[in-house]
């Protein structure tokens, strides 16, 4: 896919030779390098024929003209098929947590990435999250009504990872978004996502239900039998989270959206929740575990003037309950959750003024292997 124009000119400096523009097999080399950092003016050195170091030229006179930079330098490609679109990252070093792996906000970040370069690829718009040109011209966007993450092994600083996505239609009302993620040095799987989103009016802030023109627009890009990242039957994609009940064990009041929060729709962007999830998760957890699956109902849009409350509990089986009551007769206040192998909590994101629900969710985690 990416497409290399060597049509820089010959440039010359007092002591050194004269630049030749470099070969389509240097310019190749050059454009992962390009990708790591950014659609930045990457200075490519180039060498002489006789291998001397010569005077470096922007990378713009490199690729050539054509195509905006960002896409030859991407990482990404559509398939063969064009059903379904793949790209790679490095993880970078402001990208991992405490445990040296990337953080899940990371990978939802990654995860929203791709999804719009993918409808990019396909020539959806750069101005709204992958509108068509009816949405533009009706002031339609997508927003998240669901987002459903499952990390197996979480990538370290430095390595490069692989995820596929692809887009399919959700009913009447919505679209599916699904992708598998890979560790691109070893071809495993080490994480899955599936997200729903609806229509919302831009203006109005009201759900609008997917026209049949809109629907056409994009089911053209769509798989023509569906395909599920969770084909599996019954899958923790598809359960129902209860509303979070009083009392609850933990809580983080007075979150507040920081001007970075919010996306080019003017409201707080989807991984932002999953951070103030987070937030209300007890310490004795976070130290001993890590999250394995997260999934988030999307129930009202937040504004950056809402102040926001994070509520968690935990969530026990039968079975975790005789060893939670086991636990807190010996007298551990904590021990309850750390003699658990895995462990789910319960969460609810409210409006802190009017206790309005904006968010609920459910997350999984495993013991750390230390």
């Known amino acids: 896919m990416l497409k290399v124009c060597s049509t820089a000119g010959a440039t010359g400096v007092a002591g050194a030779a004269a630049v030749v523009p470099p070969s389509r097999a240097q310019c190749r080399r050059l454009l992962p390098l390009a990708a790591r950092d950014g659609p930045r003016r990457l200075m490519a050195v180039r060498c002489s024929r006789e291998g001397s170091m010569a005077v470096s030229a922007p990378l713009e006179t490199v690729v050539g003209e054509g195509k905006g930079l960002a896409e030859k330098l991407r990482l990404g490609r559509l398939l063969e098929d064009g059903l379904s679109y793949k790209e790679s990252f490095i993880v970078r070093c ?8 990337a953080t899940v906000e990371t990978i939802a970040n990654l995860l929203q990435e791709v ?15 992958a509108t068509t040109n009816t949405m533009r011209e009706l002031r339609l966007i997508w927003v998240t009504s ?18 596929e996505t692809w887009c399919q239609g ?4 919505g679209t599916r978004r699904d992708w598998i993620i890979k560790d691109l040095a070893t071809g495993a799987v080490i994480g899955r996502a599936t997200s729903k989103w609806v229509m919302m009016n831009q203006d109005t802030r009201k759900l609008q239900r997917v026209t049949d023109e809109v629907r056409e627009e994009y089911l053209v890009f769509c798989p023509r039998q569906p395909r599920l990242a969770f084909p599996e039957e019954d899958n923790a994609s598809l359960k129902k989270i209860p509303k979070l009940k009083d009392p609850v064990e933990n809580s983080r009041l007075g979150l507040t959206p920081r001007r970075a929060d919010l996306d080019m729709n003017q409201h707080v962007n989807n991984v932002t929740y999953i951070g103030w999830v987070l937030e209300s998760m007890p310490q004795e957890i976070i130290d001993t575990h890590e999250l394995q699956m997260i999934t988030l109902d999307y129930r ?11 509520l968690t509990s935990l969530e026990l089986t039968e079975g975790e309950e005789k060893i939670v009551h086991h636990a807190s007769t010996n007298g551990s206040a904590s021990g309850k959750r750390d003699g658990l192998d895995h462990c789910q909590f319960l969460h609810f994101l409210r409006l802190a003024g009017t206790g309005l629900e904006i968010n609920r969710g459910r997350t999984e985690w495993r013991k750390l292997v230390r």
Not at 94 to 101: A, F, R, W
Not at 300 to 310: K, M
């Open 94 to 101: 402001y990208e991992v947590g405490i445990n040296k792996t």
């Open 115 to 129: 999804g719009c370069n993918h409808a990019q690829s396909v020539g959806f718009s750069t101005d709204g999250f």
């Open 146 to 163: 669901r987002m459903h993450i499952e990390i197996y092994k979480y990538p370290a600083w430095g390595d490069v990872v692989e995820i």
């Open 170 to 173: 959700e009913g009447r009302i």
């Open 300 to 310: 009202r849009e937040c504004q950056q003037d809402d102040v926001v409350d994070s």
